[in-house]
């Protein structure tokens, strides 16, 4: 399946048009929990804030890992 992981912010958005190709909803979501905890602990930029969401090829939201509160979890 793919899976596009968009950043967004209330008024802000940032697009992913690229996508990314997994085997199952459950990598994809491992993999947008990484990416928002990833960006909580970034020094380059603030991004409280924020969230990761995963959309399907439909442009459907199935998931939403918010940079506040992203913590890495334990597979």
């Known amino acids: ?5 968009d950043y967004v912010k209330k008024g802000e958005s940032l ?4 996508g990314d190709d ?5 990598g994809a979501i491992e993999f947008a929990q990484a990416m928002a905890h990833y960006l ?11 969230a990761v969401e ?10 939403s890992a918010s940079v506040d509160t ?4 334990s597979v």
């Not at 399946?1 to 992981?5: A, G, K, N, S």
């Not at 997994?22 to 459950?26: A, K």
């Open 1 to 5: 399946m793919r899976v596009f992981f």
């Open 15 to 18: 697009l992913d048009y690229r």
């Open 22 to 26: 997994f085997c199952s909803p459950r």
């Open 40 to 50: 909580k602990h970034s020094l380059n930029e603030d991004w409280s804030g924020w």
């Open 54 to 63: 995963a959309r399907n090829v439909e442009g459907l939201k199935f998931y």
């Open 70 to 73: 992203a913590e890495l979890i």
